[in-house]
């Protein structure tokens, strides 16, 4: 089928629109066309509540597709009702007041956010509902902060009017460890700012020293500087020392040791020679040195916290609540901490399972997408058993739990993957390797310049030493590495690649296997229409109409693929759980599924059994009318990125859970040779090990639960957009734009970031071992040791800067 | 110049009072977006917002503006 040529674009979402399956609204006073009734409907909202210039706003088009999206909101309607019960409020709403009838705060996290727009969209469109006095959406982790009057409008009601603007809000609480990094994160912003102010105070009380001043200024001004220096160290420098002593006692010489050496010493000198009246003080540089170093950290810091954004709740695939059956038949909801072995749940179709267990009653079928990666949902019937986290398709279930918490399939996978990110192999980093050189080299080197002084009876011996580790230390290694790095993941995160490690860009060059997951990370992960074969006198399109209107109510992924078609009149639909659909046109039974379910009287032979997919049948009650073929369609690029990769000398590799055929059918389109189907959490990660044992370094590309433990245990894991959460916290990088060819612009970047690490270190290494001699000989005075490493900085950090010009995503691969 | 031992504390004392109050904004959460509120200052309605016709919750689909 190709019904996607060029046409108009969809106003709302921007998807391309055809002649015969358009619907349109008006906007401004314009008739602005619209691909599916999901973007009708969500634009008619906007504009109906006043919104439109959202429209104007924007800089990016809406990230969740709405035929996606009124899928889910079919089934959340009712479950949004679950939002205004007390045992799920308790974890989310708090009552400022301390009772029902005052102001409540509740945090929702909001899915679908492309742009700033979307913040204003959201908040404005929040404040107009009824008791809200404010609603504050941060842009950087997507929470939402609604003020209430708590009696005036319900939660589910608030919930309801972002699902109308085309978002997912789910409420969000804390974990404990998510307080931690706040906590962190507010301490790191105080000590940078201390560090900062210090600084600025303390230079400027530097000039007229290094100028020159009179003799009975000059006590008190390096008492004032002094004054400035010692919370700067004591607070903002704090860090550096814990981590020097963990370091010193387990027998690891990393950069935080001379560094915590030199704060103190400088320190503890400039101290000494204020209350002596000595020759030099050095509270200036013992500050710009910790200001410095504390910029970088927070960098990184901020870096790795954004990952984290979805609230690294590991559990969120589990519903909060759930209906329980009581012993009389009454169901009641509880709280999903309060799900007991053995007890009797209902689980309503659309909604997620909340722990392991069986089936008692019903049919249904079930989407184990997430912790599997078959996209298909699994037909379960009575006494099949049902894991924790996945979603109930179709019709109601009666399940019985067979296990809660610590013994459920998802934590299993949760403990594979704490042992398998125990037992990652510790990247031997460029800037560690040397530093320990060079920090044991610049301690000797110090102490023997101090020592010769000394024997000499040179009285300033300690203050030539210090200035050999002052002289040396802040550019060489601190500057260096530290400005490339930023530099590069500033670029990199401009270009759609989220870094949060820091070993990432120093480990990106030495790849020599990239593994990629199947579904949701070479393919899309939702099936799309392929091919239709009309058998009667009806064509294509009409075929397509049937269809749409058959699935038009439909949950099941399948009705997915037919969101975007205009339907034609189907009434009474029927499904039947795992066969297929049913339903009344002009009198005839349409029949949708599974060919033997719609044609049952003869088997009917498929029109082309090597085509990658399923084929489905539709057929009337008279006769078959046609074929259709879903696949999972392979995402844009999937082949470029795949040949750029072997282009590099980079084996590719293809380990997906799905047992199917189709993994060959992908490996093959896209010319990987290395495939191995049907493997579990397990297997994958043994997989990577026995490369990794054989000398490669593996980089891991995924996106489920199932390939949690992989991405915790390759040496660097990357995570694709629409990932699980659980696998976007355990992954080193993530992609933010859902282009995987970003993944060839990152190892460009990388290999560019590594030759201009070695430029800055070379240069760093010149320029200390020309400073070194001479400040050893005592030649140095304070002026110049200033000029030359403010220089050399410079010079550092622009050449670090140059990483900012890293190719474009589409120029670098085509 | 003996006005230094007077501005020089006095300019200790002021910078002081300037870390308490960056403090205080860490501490109010003021530093927690870095991203929003750059967006949102353009955003600030620069036309007269056409007020929703009705303020409840009711959003009838409508083809009309």
Avoid at chain 1, 217 to 240: H, I, K
Wanted: aromatic share 6%; with cysteine; charged share 20%.
């Amino acid at each position: 089928m190709n019904a996607h040529s060029a046409q108009e674009r969809c106003f709302h979402c921007g998807e391309a629109t055809t002649e015969g399956e358009r619907w349109s609204t008006l906007v401004d006073g314009q008739r602005q066309p619209m691909c599916c009734p999901g973007c009708k409907a969500i634009a008619e909202t906007i504009v109906a509540s006043g919104l439109k210039d959202y429209y104007r706003h924007r800089t990016e088009l809406p990230e969740l597709s709405p035929a996606e999206l009124e899928d889910s909101d079919l089934s959340a309607r009712e479950s949004l009702t679950l939002y205004d019960s007390e045992a799920l409020q308790r974890r989310f709403v708090a009552h400022l007041s301390g009772n029902q009838q005052g102001e409540a705060e509740a945090t929702f996290i909001i899915d679908g956010i492309s742009c700033a727009a979307c913040a204003w969209l959201i908040e404005h469109r929040v404040g107009q509902l009824p008791g809200v006095k404010n609603a504050v959406l941060n842009l950087s982790n997507h929470r939402l902060v609604v003020r209430w009057q708590f009696d005036q409008i319900a939660v589910s009601s608030i919930a309801e009017a972002i699902y109308r603007l085309g978002y997912k809000a789910s409420p969000f609480s804390a974990t404990e460890q998510e307080e931690q990094r706040h906590r962190e994160g507010k301490l790191a912003i105080r000590r940078l700012a201390v560090a900062g102010i210090g600084t600025m105070q303390v230079m400027m009380m530097a000039v007229p020293l290094y100028v020159g001043m009179a003799e009975q200024y000059e006590f008190f001004m390096r008492l004032a500087s002094m004054v400035m220096t010692l919370p700067v160290v004591m607070f903002s420098a704090r860090p550096f020392f814990t981590a020097a002593l963990r370091d010193l006692r387990t027998r690891h010489l990393t950069m935080d040791v001379p560094v915590s050496l030199a704060i103190v010493l400088a320190f503890c000198s400039s101290i000494w020679s204020t209350l002596n009246q000595g020759i030099e003080v050095y509270f200036d540089s013992v500050c710009m040195f910790t200001f410095f170093l504390l910029l970088g950290r927070f960098l990184e810091m901020r870096a790795r916290h954004r990952m984290g954004k979805a609230g690294n709740n590991l559990l969120t695939l589990l519903p909060n609540i759930a209906l329980k059956v009581g012993d009389d038949g009454v169901e009641h909801v509880i709280a999903s901490e309060d799900i007991r072995i053995g007890d009797v749940l209902r689980l309503k179709p659309g909604h997620a399972i909340p722990a392991d267990g069986v089936v008692m009653e019903g049919r249904s079928s079930v989407d184990e997408a997430a912790l599997t990666g078959e996209y298909l949902p699994i037909s379960k019937k009575a006494g099949d058993r049902l894991i924790g986290g996945t979603f109930n398709v179709e019709s109601p279930l009666l399940m019985k739990v067979t296990a809660t918490g610590a013994e459920a399939q998802l934590s299993t996978i949760m403990r594979l993957m704490d042992r398998a990110q125990q037992e990652k192999p510790r990247a031997a980093l460029l800037a560690d390797k040397i530093a320990s050189h060079f920090v044991a080299a610049v301690l000797i080197i110090s102490s023997s310049v101090f020592t010769f002084w000394w024997l000499q009876g040179n009285e300033h011996a300690f203050f030539i030493a210090l200035s050999v580790l002052v002289v040396t230390c802040p550019c060489a290694l601190s500057l260096a590495t530290p400005t490339a790095l930023t530099a590069a993941t500033a670029a990199l995160r401009e270009r759609g690649l989220l870094i949060s490690k820091g070993h990432v860009l120093e480990v990106l060059p030495q790849i020599n296997r990239v593994v990629f997951d199947k579904t949701g990370t070479l393919t899309q992960g939702k099936l799309t229409l392929e091919q239709v074969e009309p058998l009667a006198d009806l064509d294509a399109t009409q075929v397509l109409a049937l269809i749409a209107g058959l699935e038009k109510h439909s949950t099941h992924p399948i009705a997915r693929a037919f969101r975007a078609i205009k339907s034609a009149a189907v009434e009474n639909t029927e499904q039947t759980a795992g066969q297929g659909i049913s339903g009344q046109w002009n009198g005839l039974t349409l029949r949708f599924g599974r060919a033997d379910y719609a044609w049952p009287a003869a088997p009917l032979a498929e029109p082309d059994s090597n085509a990658a997919g399923q084929w489905l049948l539709l057929a009337s009650d008279q006769q078959p009318l046609a074929w259709v073929r879903l696949n999972d369609s392979l995402r844009r690029n999937a082949a470029s990125i795949v040949s750029g990769l072997q282009q590099r000398g980079i084996a590719v590799s293809l380990l997906t859970g799905d047992p199917g055929a189709s993994g060959q059918v992908v490996a093959d389109a896209l010319g990987i040779t290395d495939l191995q189907t049907g493997v579990s959490p397990e297997q994958k990660l043994a997989a990577v090990r026995a490369w990794q044992q054989a000398g490669e370094r593996v980089m891991m590309v995924g996106d489920g639960i199932n390939d949690v433990p992989v991405l915790a245990g390759a040496d660097i894991a990357l995570a694709v957009n629409e990932a699980t959460d659980l696998a976007k916290t355990n992954a080193d990088v993530m992609l933010t734009n859902g282009r995987l060819e970003t993944l060839l612009t990152a190892l460009d970047g990388a290999t560019k970031t590594r030759r201009i690490i070695a430029q800055n270190i070379g240069w760093a290494l010149l320029y200390n071992l020309i400073a070194l001699p001479v400040a050893a000989a005592g030649f140095v005075p304070p002026w110049a040791a200033a000029i030359g490493m403010s220089f050399s900085s410079l010079l550092v950090v622009t050449n670090a800067l140059r990483l900012n010009r890293l190719p474009a995503p589409d120029s670098s691969e085509v | 110049m003996d006005i230094i031992y007077i501005l020089v504390p006095l300019s200790l004392l002021l910078i002081g009072i300037a870390v308490l109050i960056f403090f205080w904004a860490v501490k109010s959460g003021q530093f927690e977006d870095m991203e929003s509120p750059a967006h949102r200052i353009l955003f600030d309605d620069d036309e007269p917002v056409s007020r929703p016709r009705n303020d409840t919750q009711d959003d009838k689909p409508s083809d009309k503006p």
